[in-house]
């Protein structure tokens, strides 16, 4: 099971594995506090595609395109296989720090990780 959750809300039992996605550490947390198992920041976007998209809905599904692009061609894809086969065996929370819970990273790899455990990529319909 993959959720998503924000950096800033409570963590709980039920997160299991939580997996920093974000490419910089939260601003004003200790790692105590935000209780990150693992950071994953080689699954992050590059600091370019961060910047271009800016947390702008408008760029969104753009956003989406170069985001997957660029873990196709980064070797992310294969990393987050390794995460669809862990979920299938024990919980995992991306953590996240965007303010914004509808356009953000671990969305899109959160969906990224639903397709390769059901073998359906997007597209593929």
Known sequence: M???KRVYSEP???DGVRILVDRVWPRGFSKERARIDEWRKELAPS??????????PAKW?????RYRK??????G????????????HEAITLI??????QH???LVLKEVVEELASGRRKGDE
Request: glycine share 4%; no cysteine.
């Open 61 to 65: 599904a753009g956003f989406q395109t």
């Open 104 to 106: 953000n990273q671990a």
């Open 2 to 4: 993959i959720r998503m």
């Open 70 to 75: 660029e873990l196709a061609e980064s070797g």
């Open 12 to 14: 709980n039992k039920q």
């Open 77 to 88: 894809i294969e990393r987050l296989k390794e995460l669809a086969n862990r979920a299938r």
């Open 96 to 101: 996240y720090s965007a303010a914004d819970e």
């Open 47 to 56: 600091t370019a595609l961060r910047k271009w998209f800016a947390h702008d």
